[in-house]
């Protein structure tokens, strides 16, 4: 029971940050943190190194097919990494949120990381984690 509340713990504070920049969810952020607790700390960093590679490619492959926009990726990515990047200016160029397009189904990735850390610790017999 502590095992779970503690990974629920940890993964709802690693999108904590990104929820509170309103790049993430509510939804994504109940999500994780369900998923985390079901999963335990011993499977918690295979599973988010996993979700992450799984967004990663979900991401890139909804803006190579023009689904998502790419603008919300790239603001967020230079508001972290780019000093100088003025962020008021930047949120001006932005689509509106409610806009279709400006969304990124994080809860799928969220699923399937949770899916494949499962299969894997099946396959494996225990994550070598």
């Known amino acids: 029971m502590a095992d779970g509340a503690i990974a629920g713990f940890l993964g709802g504070f690693i999108l904590l940050i990104p929820f509170m920049m309103g790049a993430a969810g509510g939804g994504d952020l109940k999500m994780l943190t369900g998923v985390c607790c079901a999963l335990g700390t011993r499977r918690l960093l295979a599973m988010l190194f996993l979700m992450s ?7 890139i492959g909804l803006m190579c097919t023009k689904v998502m926009d790419h603008r919300y990726l790239k603001h967020y990515f230079l508001c972290l990494f780019w000093w100088k990047y003025d962020r008021k200016e930047g949120r001006k160029s932005l689509p509106k949120r409610w806009r279709r397009d400006a969304w990124a189904p994080f809860g799928l990735a969220i699923a399937g990381g949770a899916w494949l850390t499962l299969i894997l610790d099946v396959i494996l017999g225990g994550l070598p984690l």
């Not at 590679?53 to 991401?59: D, K, M, P, Q, V």
């Open 53 to 59: 590679w799984i967004g990663l490619i979900l991401a």
